[in-house]
């Protein structure tokens, strides 16, 4: 299938440490499903204040989640850092300089225009109770920004099916946590046609899990990866 990522073994069994229902989580693991990377996930909930703990502070001083183990005592934070890690040799991480500083220019587009938006409407709208009233203030802009970012990203996907190589690449995944919930936080996607066929062809990539985990393909599937 077009743009399915090459199947990256790992001989190390991350630890992550991460929340079901966090974007920055969800991209991470869905990076490792796609790679067939085996990984021990560690459920951290923040709204508890778990990630606020000294155990976990000693591992990530920012307190946050994800956060991935990557060897005996040594951590890496930053979703997006991550997510260059776990692929580097894959087709999941562009080659060629020029395709992956497209990758990298996209990353940097969901940290700064989208993330801080929709990932925050998301956060204090779905996760967070009584949250609506708690971020009134903030509302407007959070609206405002968010549409402008996917905006942009209509703009680039009408001429494009992903966003960096001409395939599914981790600009793609990092891009795609925060947009497929979108809906659930008062953003209207129906203005959007070419974000909701790419999220489309983003689920349809062999390997695909949702948010809550469940696979959307069949056990044979995996074997269709690409291989690099």
């Given at each position: 299938m077009p743009g399915a990522p090459a199947i990256r073994r790992s001989s190390v069994m991350y630890k992550l440490y991460s929340m079901q229902r966090s974007g920055n989580s969800y991209k991470v693991r869905l990076a490792l499903t796609f790679l067939d990377v085996p990984y021990h996930a560690i459920e951290i909930d923040i709204?508890?204040?778990?990630?606020?703990?000294?155990?976990?502070?000693?591992?990530?001083?920012?307190?946050?989640?994800?956060?991935?183990?990557?060897?005996?005592?040594?951590?890496?934070?930053?979703?997006?850092?991550?997510?260059?890690?776990?692929?580097?040799?894959?087709?999941?991480?562009?080659?060629?300089?020029?395709?992956?500083?497209?990758?990298?220019?996209?990353?940097f587009f969901e940290q700064h225009a989208l993330e801080p938006n929709i990932g925050a409407a998301y956060f204090w709208l779905s996760l967070v109770k009584g949250g609506r009233e708690l971020q009134?203030?903030?509302?407007?802009?959070?609206?405002?920004?968010?549409?402008?970012?996917?905006?942009?990203?209509?703009?680039?996907?009408?001429?494009?099916?992903f966003f960096a190589a001409g395939q599914l690449t981790i600009a793609d995944i990092a891009l795609y946590a925060y947009t497929h919930v979108a809906d659930q936080?008062?953003?209207?996607?129906?203005?959007?046609?070419?974000?909701?066929?790419?999220?489309?062809?983003?689920?349809?990539?062999?390997?695909?899990?949702?948010?809550?985990?469940?696979?959307?393909?069949?056990?044979?599937?995996?074997?269709?990866?690409?291989?690099?």
């Open positions: 709204l508890r204040g778990e990630s606020r703990t000294p155990d976990f502070l000693a591992k990530n001083p920012s307190g946050q989640v994800p956060l991935l183990e990557v060897a005996e005592g040594r951590y890496l934070a930053e979703s997006n850092a991550i997510l260059w890690y776990v692929s580097i040799g894959t087709a999941l991480a562009p080659n060629s300089p020029i395709e992956r500083a497209e990758a990298l220019q996209w990353m009134t203030h903030a509302l407007e802009d959070w609206m405002e920004r968010g549409y402008a970012a996917l905006q942009v990203m209509e703009n680039h996907l009408r001429t494009n099916d936080c008062d953003f209207d996607l129906t203005t959007f046609p070419s974000i909701r066929a790419w999220l489309r062809r983003v689920e349809q990539q062999p390997g695909f899990v949702t948010m809550d985990g469940s696979a959307t393909f069949s056990d044979d599937a995996a074997v269709r990866i690409a291989r690099a």
